[in-house]
């Protein structure tokens, strides 16, 4: 059975990652079930969410061997000029909860109708063997809310709201927020690619 390294240490991108998969006849696994030392991390000095998961999915495909996934996203908001962008996971020091909270705090004031957002994930698949790489995109839209909702998910879920289920990414189950998100999207152009390219 063929292998394919999630290269995340983040569970939450796993289990929704392997979720999305999880019809595939392949073996997914995460960095802990790879020789990789937990110690070991890949700096991410491209200003591209692109160019970062180009980086990840590289580093981590050649030190493993195997078929590697890496995914970069973030949150792009509209009255922020689309920050944090690629800098969402290092927008404060500290927890998730830190960061939304310090969103909320930079769009005090700013009107329901104007706080539209949306999120961006990319996808890089890797073959260390052939050093063939490919990319996708998925682009999820919605508006940041006042204060946070629910206690699924991760990042910025609790106060991303999604209009059309009237509900925030954090009160989603697992199989809804795939359905809609910007991660689901990628994911369902990189299954097609990784059927197409890499099997």
């Known amino acids: 059975m063929q292998k394919l390294v999630i290269a995340t240490r983040n569970k939450g991108k796993i289990v929704e990652i392997q979720h999305a998969l999880a019809d595939f006849d392949w073996e997914i696994i995460g960095l802990a079930d790879t020789a990789i030392s937990p110690d070991f991390d890949v700096e991410e000095p491209a200003m591209t969410m692109e160019g970062n998961a180009i980086i990840k999915a590289i580093t981590y495909g050649d ?23 690629v800098f969402s996971a290092r927008y404060a020091p500290g927890t998730d909860a830190d960061r939304y909270n310090k969103l909320l705090g930079e769009l005090t004031g700013v009107l329901s109708e104007n706080r539209g957002a949306q999120f961006r994930a990319v996808i890089a698949i890797y073959d260390p063997i052939s050093k063939k790489i490919r990319t996708c995109e998925g682009i999820y839209r919605g508006s940041i809310i006042d204060e946070p909702r629910g206690t699924e998910g991760f990042g910025f879920d609790p106060v991303f709201y999604n209009s ?21 999207k990628a994911l369902k152009q990189a299954r097609e690619i990784l059927v197409q390219d890499f099997s």
Do not use: F
Not at 76 to 82: H, I, K, S, T
Not at 164 to 184: D, F, P, Q, Y
């Open 164 to 184: 059309e289920l009237k509900k925030t990414n954090a009160e989603m189950s697992i199989a809804e927020k795939t359905l809609v998100s910007h991660r689901g």
């Open 63 to 85: 030190k493993t061997g195997l078929l590697t996934l890496s995914e970069d996203a973030g949150l792009e908001v509209d009255a922020l000029n689309g920050r944090p962008g």
